[in-house]
């Protein structure tokens, strides 16, 4: 009788780590949506570009603010390679940037941007890519 309840403890808490594994990892996917990562609301994807098939950078904005994440892809998402998501505006003298060896994403970078044109870009790994000046709402 005391093997029986030692294989059910054993058992349960199998279980318990399993249904907390899957509850942990439940953010994380739904975090990799772009418009997510922005803080969703009014957020709308109004451009993107594919960084092969490693990641893609978006640019979000929601009639006020800018917001550019990168996105791991497929099997590349989870892994820990670099990655960044960088943002600047016309009239500024610096760029804003997140950046480290993040498993999905690098982001949310985001600035006040109505009526300014910007610049954005990412990288993944060693491949980068970088915007000319556009969006000027």
Known sequence: ???LK???VVALGMAAALAASVVTSSPAMAA???ITVCGGGSYHVIDSHALG???TIYLLYNGSTNCVVTVKKGAYAGNTKYVDAYLTRSDLNYTKIDHGYFKYYA???KISAAGKCVKWGGVYDAQGWTSGWGHCN
């Open 32 to 34: 990799s949506s772009p």
């Open 6 to 8: 030692r294989s059910t």
């Open 1 to 3: 009788m005391h093997k």
């Open 53 to 55: 098939s490693y990641a």
């Open 107 to 109: 982001g949310p970078v």
